[in-house]
């Protein structure tokens, strides 16, 4: 069975500094790994996502994740946070099957917030 | 592309009844949907996997009888919580993901479904 572990349930950075997200997983198998952002009362929204291609993985909104198999790790990072960043955000995992990947396992979340 | 509809965003019933929600994918077929539920503060939870066509693979401690999942489309699956109790009452998140292509291994989430059981 795989599982995430989000370093950091509250992450505070002041506007226009560096975030930087931990996540850590662990799997038998070589895993898709996700990164989804969820703002107040709503669904979730894909910001990235790694599947055995290139290991530094650019996605949406400046977000980006470097897939590190030695660390088992999938860091999410910005350079310069923005007010509109403020949101929760959760590392997933899957491990692929045949045709695709499986249900997906989250990490427990982590609370961005920015700092004016 | 890939967006996935829920229905209602938000119910409130009476402890007894039973509810029904809906997850569309409107603008590409899915094979598979996956019912989430979430506490508040907390992560999702992976509930059931719903494969079109066939009988929905529930997560070991979610009750089968208790929520029932059909599968019936390519772009519909609906989850009813049966004789709904207040300890139900949480945010229910549908996911989808396509039959083919380069989306294949990316689930697309939809908007929730906020369950309120009195």
């Known amino acids: 069975a795989q599982s995430v572990t989000q370093l950091g349930s509250h992450v505070s950075v002041s506007e226009g500094a560096l975030v930087l997200l931990r996540c850590n997983y662990s799997s038998s198998v070589p895993p898709y790994l996700f990164w989804y952002v969820q703002y107040p009362n709503q669904g979730l929204q894909l910001l990235l996502k790694?599947?055995?291609?290139?290991?530094l993985v650019k996605g949406i909104n400046g977000f980006e994740a470097e897939f590190k198999k030695s660390e088992t790790s999938f860091h999410l990072t910005k350079p310069s946070a923005h007010m509109s960043d403020a949101a929760e955000y959760f590392c997933a995992v899957s491990v692929p099957l045949g045709g695709g990947a499986d249900g997906l396992t989250f990490g427990k979340g982590t609370h961005l917030i920015i700092q004016p | 592309g890939a967006v996935v509809s829920q229905h209602p965003s938000w119910v409130i019933c009476k402890s007894g009844t039973s509810v029904k929600i809906e997850c569309r994918s409107l603008d590409f077929q899915a094979t598979t949907m996956f019912w989430y539920r979430q506490f508040p503060k907390q992560s999702l939870m992976l509930m059931a996997t719903?494969?079109?066509?066939?009988?929905?693979?529930?997560e070991q401690g979610v009750e089968k009888d208790k929520f029932l999942i059909n599968h019936a489309s390519l772009t519909l699956s609906t989850l009813t919580v049966t004789s709904a109790h207040p300890e139900d009452s949480s945010f229910y998140i549908c996911?989808?993901?396509?039959?083919?292509?380069?989306?294949?291994?990316?689930?697309?989430f939809g908007p929730g479904t906020r369950l309120l059981v009195l």
């Open positions: 719903s494969n079109e066509g066939s009988k929905a693979t529930y």
């Open positions: 996911s989808a993901r396509a039959t083919s292509g380069r989306v294949q291994e990316t689930q697309y």
């Open positions: 790694y599947t055995s291609a290139a290991t």
